[in-house]
Nanobody, 119 residues
Framework: QVQLVESGGGLVQAGGSLRLSCAASGRTFSNYGMGWFRQAPGKEREFVAAITGSGGSTSYTDSLKGRFTISRDNAKNTVYLQMNSLTPEDTAVYYC????????????WGQGTQVTVSS
């Protein structure tokens, strides 16, 4: 079992930045690939970014490349999402998730953290 707790959300003006954190507890953190997803009001949850257990490989949804950066610190059991140049369209609940390997299903989810970008 893996427990995930997100933090770092809040209200920010357009053009600003936020860094989200996701703290994991439970089994060996480095065994898990980690991901960030988001869900805006009235929309389906969408993939944002993912990182392998070692941190050696990352992937992003195309529309967010260059603005968002995923990273992890396995010594702290934490994954981060740095978000820059935020726009109101980035307003959503952001979730972190964990999976075994690079092709497994996203089995564990956090409760989400709200990000609101004002214009």
């Amino acid at each position: 079992q893996v427990q995930l707790v997100e933090s770092g959300g809040g209200l920010v003006q357009a053009g600003g930045s936020l860094r989200l954190s996701c703290a994991a507890s439970g089994r060996t953190f480095s065994n898990y690939g980690m991901g960030w997803f988001r869900q805006a009001p009235g929309k389906e949850r969408e993939f944002v970014a993912a990182i392998t257990g070692s941190g050696g490989s990352t992937s992003y949804t195309d529309s967010l490349k260059g603005r968002f950066t995923i990273s992890r610190d396995n010594a702290k059991n934490t994954v981060y999402l740095q978000m820059n140049s935020l726009t109101p369209e980035d307003t959503a609940v952001y979730y972190c998730a964990a999976r075994m390997g690079v092709l497994g299903s996203w089995r564990y989810w956090g409760q989400g953290t709200q990000v609101t970008v004002s214009s």
